[in-house]
Structure formats: C-alpha cells, structure tokens
C-alpha cells in the first residue's frame, strides 16, 4: 500500500547524542502508530534526516541513521521508512529531499516535527483529522504550549508573548501538515524560513477570511521551551526579523500588507488597529511590546538598506540553533 501522507523527522549529529535522538524518535513513532490505528485509511511513509557538517559528522551521521532506521523498522515494520544524510545546517534541505520522494510516492500530505518539541498525547492523530477533514488541502498545525527555561531571556519574552501575541495564528513549522501541492518542487532556497514560506503560499486576502487554508489544530498541542541565553535569542530575533523582511519583500503586496498589519504588528495602534479585545489596559501593553518589537525590525531593515547603497548586500541568513536543546518533559507541562 502506498503511503498517502510523508512525516519527516529532520535533526542533525550534533543536536545531541544517539540515545537522546533515539528517544525523541520512539516518542514520534508512538504517535505514528496511534495515528495509523486512528486513520488507517490514511498511512504514513517516514523520513528520518540527519544533517552533518564535515566529514568525520557525516560517518556519524550515517551510522546513526542506520540504527534509528533500523529501531523504526523493527518497532512498526509496516511502516516505510527512509534515512537521509545531508550537509548542513538548513532544515529545508532535509524537507526538499523528502518532498522531492513523496512527489514521487504520490503523497497528498507532508509534515514536519522538529526534534526540539514534544507532542501531547495524540498530536499528530489529530492533525491527521482536521487535514482529511479539509479534503487535504491547506496546513494544519498543532497549538503550541510555552515552556520557560531558567534563563532570565526566556522568561522575559513568555511574558511579552503572553501579552503581546507575536505571529502565532498561523502553523509553525515545529509541527505541521501541508498539502503536497503546496510544497511541490520544495522550498526554494531563499527562503530559509519553512513556515513563513507556507504562510505567505495560503494567505489569501480575497477570502472572507484570509487565513482559512491555515489552520491551528486546538486540541493537538505540542510544547516547546521559549528562548535560550540572551546573545543566542538576539541572533535567533534577527534571524527571524530577516525572514519576514525577505517575505514581505518577495510577495504581492496584498499578501504582505494583511501579513504586516493582522498577523506580524496586529495591535500596533496607531500604526494598525488598538486591540482592545481585552481590555485598555492590556490593549496599550500590547502596543508597546508591539513597538519596541517594531523598532528592531525598522532597524534591521534600514541594515539592509544601507547595504544596497553600499553595494554590500547581505548574501545569506545565518543559521541561529540554540546551543543547549532539551524538550519539554512531563514534568516541565505540568509545570506551566
């Protein structure tokens, strides 16, 4: 039988040790297997990468692939799995490769899960729902629960995320569900930014409601830790203020002028509409956050301007990974 839907697990040699991966992958194989006894009409194909960045990482990286392939084929040998050793970094090689093979499988559905999340019980069989439900088309993503870590910089920023509701209506690509069609031909690789990228494919200012082909899933949730240690958080913030410089610059202008004034800086006021929804109160926390939040990305901007002048242009976005990554545990959600 051919697998109707593609799940990729990308990760890379020095994200950690083989026992942790290993772990993270028996947690995404429970929720494979749930999903598959939820939806059997429905069955998945699994794409495990593993990105390296010389060449004693890509032995490794090929070693480790044959056990965490071999771990997955043994516990559901039903199962299709595919290994995939790529250079690094970059997560949108590890998924062109993988939608390149599900093209050819004739998947209606790719998903993505990033190995820094866990997901609550039955995430992934609830994406599953809501996607066929849809017909298959659009994204669906899971809701993403905060978790703060014991740096003083991710404190900081749950608070203002609590207040000041960054770009979160959309799916992210922590935890995913495309449409095929969407993705076909892969991202392309200016875009570094995997669920901006589908972001600005499906909205669609014409429709009653432009984000109806982007969906959050309410009861797949999926927890996550925010921020890290503050100078690997700033990179993190500009890498992030770049992509949506790219984008807003890159696609039409009613795509990008909904995107800016709704999704990016809703509540904005004067410069968008006062959220209010709350109250006043919270309504002009919002808008400080949103300005402050603002200014940053001004300034990156006005960066990228002086370099056109100076004939400098900036020729890539830096990766920005985290140096120390654990995943929510049990513990951790109950702690929230």
Known sequence: VLPALALVAPTYVARGTLAEQ???LDALLDQLAKAGA?????PFALFVGMQWSC??????????????VGRARERLPRLPVCG???????KPRTLNAAIEVAEAL???????VDDDVTLAEGCLAR???????AGCRGAMGATKVPHTKEFATSRLLARAKAVA?????????????VATDVVSGGLPGRYVSDDGYVCFRLLDPDLPDPLARLRLVPDARCHYFVAGPAGETRRRIRRLLLNHLVDLADWPLPVARYYFRHVLFSGLWPLTGFDGSRGL?????????????????????????????????LRRIEWAPYSAVRTPSPADQERR
């Open 281 to 313: 109160r919270h309504g002009v926390r919002k808008a400080a956050i949103k300005w402050l939040y603002f200014a940053w990305f001004a300034g990156v901007g006005a960066e990228l301007y002086l370099r056109g002048l100076a004939g400098r242009p």
């Open 84 to 90: 995939l050793s790529l250079p690094g970094p970059g």
């Open 38 to 42: 939820a939806h059997p009409e429905a």
């Open 55 to 68: 060449a004693q990482e890509e032995r490794e990286a090929l070693r480790r692939l044959r056990t965490l």
């Open 106 to 112: 004739g998947c209606v559905g790719v998903g993505w």
């Open 22 to 24: 290993e772990e993270w």
């Open 165 to 177: 509701a960054p770009a979160t209506a959309y799916p992210h690509g922590c935890c995913i569900l």
């Open 127 to 133: 994406l599953v729902r809501d996607f066929l439900a």
